[in-house]
């Protein structure tokens, strides 16, 4: 996925620009805890209660507007004391100071009084911070909570605990950047130092992001050191300076994706472009937003926040799986070892022969040809024992490189959840040693399971399982007499059922349930996969193995396209 693109002041003053309308004045209802480092604030308004997302991770320091929040994380300890110092309390006043990335909320008994208590949000990478000040008695304010504390040892400069004096940031370096500059005092304050464009940028003014900059000229530009810009250049970057501070003076805010990235800020001509709408559950656009720049940005952030959630659980998955794939294999193995030991035992059995053909056999000889029978006997009588762990081992194996593949396919959380539960059941069947310390099920996965659904070219059901309780749930739970069971063959991957009992299969339904087979199946990357078909009722659970694993009496063997299933679901896309 593409770096995300931090919050810098210009996208802050944007966002509280849509803020101040809307929420000033308005009353905290409620404080919950999202995350470690995010608090999400209902306030009251006129309108009705909007929920605010203040967050201090690191990588993703942000305020913005957020709609309604599923109800968790109210007993943490940060939420209560935001819950006692601000309930009841009306925001009167919305700050941000200069060109830092700093929110102050002020908060007041009622509109008009002055504020009692602040929230400040510190939007600084890995400085970040979340504090709740009052007046100390002094003439100052304390923290009397925040979101992480800062030892001694992590900051000399500014160590922050309960119960401290708040000091602001450390000022910034830099100029503020101002219009009534001339473009001669600019261009010198720019060019003072030998550096890349970019750098120098950064180095001579406040509020100068990599975002902003890559805004304010083209790449080559940035990369170019400043004694070699030309004056045309010079002259084009300092009407694009001028553009982005009258934009920012007049508060001229409005959402552009560029790139991977996005801008905060209008030119004069781009006055009056639609915003972005606002979704409503059923996912029909509900009209423009009240706060098109905070909807935007929360939409680019929580697509960031998923797909990097995305990849950490698909990440542990991934190791706990491979753990699990050693072991087996190793288990497997040693099993493998006992059984190729077998037929050694006749080499056993004539050496025990041999000890005994003797003329006169000491006791000794006797002792070690009863003990080499001994060997020969138990090894031959083990083969049965041995054959059925081993078949046991192969089993989980298959098991765990379909769950491989699975993994590799899965395209959300809700499907890596199921697989992280399927696992789970796996290793801790009800009832069995473990049982007790098994995690609780997620949301929803008491629900009947949801696998893909498609339709064949002439309109036909298919089914997808998309895991192994999905798997297992397509062919013995939903199929009838008359479906067809489609599979990739000797590879791990999904099942898929075409409902051919509704109406008769033509080929090209046939074809598509076998593309569809090799397009979910770890031969996803050839060019031409064998499917097998076979009927449902002709399935047949294996008794001791997994669910989702079957085996059937009579098949066909189809060719699937993987390429060809793509055209397939992307002309399904809602």
Known sequence: ??????????SLKAVLAEWRPLLLPSRLEKAQQADPCTIQLALRHLQGVQWLALSWQAEAARVHAIDPPPRQGAGSTLAQQLQHGLGGLALVEIHQPGWERVVELGFARRPGEPPRRWLVAELMGRHSNLLLLEPDGRGGRQVVALGRQVRGRQSRLRPIATGDPYQAPPPLAGDPPDRQTSMARWQQQVALLPLPLEQALRAAYQGISPALARQLAPGPWLRQPVGDLEPRQWESLWQRWQAWLEAVESERFGWR??????????????????????????????????????????????????????????????????????????????????????????????????????????????????????????????????????????????????????????????ELAALGQDLDDHLHPPGGPGAAARRSPPSGRSGEPRPLELRSPNGLCLQVGRNHRQNEWVVFRQARRGDLWFHAQELPGSHVVLRSSEQVAEEADLQAAADLAAHFSRGRGNRRVPVVMAPTDQLQRIPGAAPGTVRHRSAEVMWGNPERALTLLAAQQP
Not at 376 to 395: D, F, Y
Request: proline share 4%; net charge positive; aromatic share 6%.
């Open 257 to 414: 994706r560029e790139g991977d990235g996005y801008r905060c800020w209008c030119l004069r001509e781009e006055v009056g472009a639609p915003g972005p709408a606002v979704a409503s559950r059923d996912g029909e656009s509900a009209g423009p937003s009240p706060m098109p720049i905070n909807t935007a940005l929360a939409r680019y952030y929580g697509n960031w926040l998923a797909s990097q959630a995305f990849q950490r659980q698909q990440h542990q998955l991934q190791q706990q799986l491979q753990r699990l794939l050693e072991r087996e294999t190793g288990q497997a193995s040693a099993q493998q070892a006992l059984l190729d030991a077998v037929p050694e035992s006749e080499a056993l059995q004539r050496q025990a022969d041999a000890l005994l053909s003797q003329r006169q056999p000491s006791r000794a000889c006797i002792a070690a040809a009863q003990k080499l029978y001994q060997q020969a006997r138990k090894r031959r009588r083990s083969v049965a024992s041995i054959s059925a762990r081993l078949e046991h081992h192969r089993h989980r194996l298959a098991w765990l490189e379909a769950s491989l593949t699975f993994l590799e396919q899965a395209g959300s959380l809700e």
């Open 1 to 10: 996925m593409a770096s995300l693109q931090t919050l810098d002041v210009t």
